[in-house]
């Protein structure tokens, strides 16, 4: 359990420092109305959105370890807790400034993450039946279907919508870790949980940096948030078998539901104005609300 713990902890500060150089990158690409090529060959020629991404793939492949050995509601707790490691980040390197809600934010999810830690028992089953994992490959096209719609729309609706679709696209890829044969390499390329993986990581992205163009970090973050944690964590409870340390379910419920909170706290660090540093950079794109300060162009968000 120790390994599992460090890794999901480095893999979340991995994410935090990801997501500002993410969420810089997909605010300084055009404008997309609609899912298009220009929109990715616009974000691949953005460093802040490689790099950002390049830490992201760092931080998954640190995951994988978690996933495979600890409860998921435990990984996906300490995985979105990413987002106090991106206002801390923030505010020591970029000048940005805490409030007092950001402070009880991150606290929150320091107390709440320490809390489920001792909480939380042994990971459950690492295998499902057949259908679980079509279901993961099923959820995945059906995530992509709806992202090609919402895509179309610019209100902050379908920002909170293509929020949720990221989330559910993340937590395909955490579930499917979590089950993938990995028995030998044909029985990778021949289970649908592989390609429900690989779909919903990409899908998750791609909704994810629509999300941002056409709403606030909080509305994109939030709704990803609820998706991305609940969903496998109810998951790994009733069907792969996860569960808490017995007679510490109370400890673990507690400190999956502070931890939870204070990300949903921290979700609106993005919005917080901050003050510039003496030698402003110059920005390839205009302003955008809810952009940190010019030093970074970043937001927070939420893994996968």
């Known amino acids: 359990m120790l390994l599992g713990l460090t890794t999901a902890l480095v893999a979340t500060v991995c994410f935090g420092f990801g997501s500002v150089f993410q969420a810089g990158g997909a605010r300084e690409a055009p404008h997309a109305d609609r899912v298009r090529v220009g929109l990715l060959a616009a974000l691949v020629r953005s460093w802040r959105f490689l790099l950002g991404t390049g830490l992201d793939i760092v931080g998954f492949a640190l995951s994988i370890v978690a996933l495979r050995t600890l409860p998921l509601f435990l990984v996906q707790a300490v995985t979105n807790a990413s987002l106090a490691v991106t206002a801390l980040a923030a505010a020591r390197l970029l000048g940005a400034r805490l409030h007092r809600a950001d402070l009880f934010g991150i606290v929150a999810v320091v107390v709440g993450l320490t809390l489920l830690a001792v909480g939380s028992g042994e990971a459950g089953r690492d295998h499902a039946p057949a259908a679980f994992h079509w279901a ?169």
């Open 136 to 304: 993961l490959l099923g959820t995945t096209v059906l995530m992509l279907l709806l992202t090609l719609l919402l895509a179309r729309r610019r209100d902050t609706a379908a920002a909170v919508g293509l929020g949720l679709l990221a989330g559910v696209g993340f937590g395909v890829t955490s579930l499917a870790v979590r089950v993938l044969d990995v028995s030998g390499p044909l029985d990778v390329f021949t289970d649908p949980a592989a390609y429900g993986l690989a779909l919903g990581g990409l899908g998750g992205y791609l909704a994810y940096a629509l999300a941002l163009q056409r709403g606030t970090v909080t509305a994109a973050t939030a709704a990803g948030t609820v998706s991305e944690t609940f969903g496998p964590a109810l998951v790994g409870v009733a069907v792969l078998g996860d569960a808490a340390r017995p007679g510490y379910a109370w400890c673990a419920l507690t400190g999956f539901a502070v931890a939870v909170g204070g990300t949903f706290v921290l979700s609106r660090f993005g919005e917080v104005e901050a003050e510039l540093g003496p030698t402003p950079v110059a920005r390839t794109a205009p302003p955008c609300e809810g952009d940190l300060p010019d030093k970074s162009a970043g937001e927070a968000r939420t893994e996968r």
